[in-house]
């Protein structure tokens, strides 16, 4: 089993820049994909990016060159560096950790005013 905890998140201004982190209850080097989703009100939970167990990353198109994914291995993290936000990035935020089942995290909100 893995508990993931999800931090970071908040209001800013579009334009502006905010870190999102994700504290997995074991160690994430032998989880598979490690990633991060958001679900906009009305809307369906999306892919944002993922990383991979040997280090591989994946952006959405919409996100791409704006988003970038890290971890810390020793630290058992995973980040969500996020510039240049636009208002339509607003949505709350989940971690994910994929091994053999799926875990979530309880999300964080991230509202980019205009």
């Known amino acids: 089993q893995v508990q993931l905890v999800e931090s970071g998140g908040g209001l800013v201004q579009a334009g502006g820049s905010l870190r999102l982190s994700c504290v997995a209850s074991r160690s994430i080097f032998s989880i598979n994909v490690m990633g991060w989703y958001r679900q906009a009100p009305g809307k369906e939970r999306e892919s944002v990016a993922y990383?991979?167990?040997?280090?591989?990353?994946n952006y959405a198109d919409s996100v791409k060159g704006r988003f970038t994914i890290s971890r810390d291995i020793v630290q058992n993290t995973v980040y969500l560096q996020m510039k240049n936000l636009k208002p339509e990035d607003t949505a709350v935020y989940y971690c994910?950790?994929?091994?053999?089942?799926?875990?979530w995290g309880q999300g964080t909100q991230v509202t980019v005013s205009s």
């Open positions: 994910n950790a994929m091994t053999t089942l799926n875990y």
């Open positions: 990383i991979t167990s040997n280090g591989n990353t």
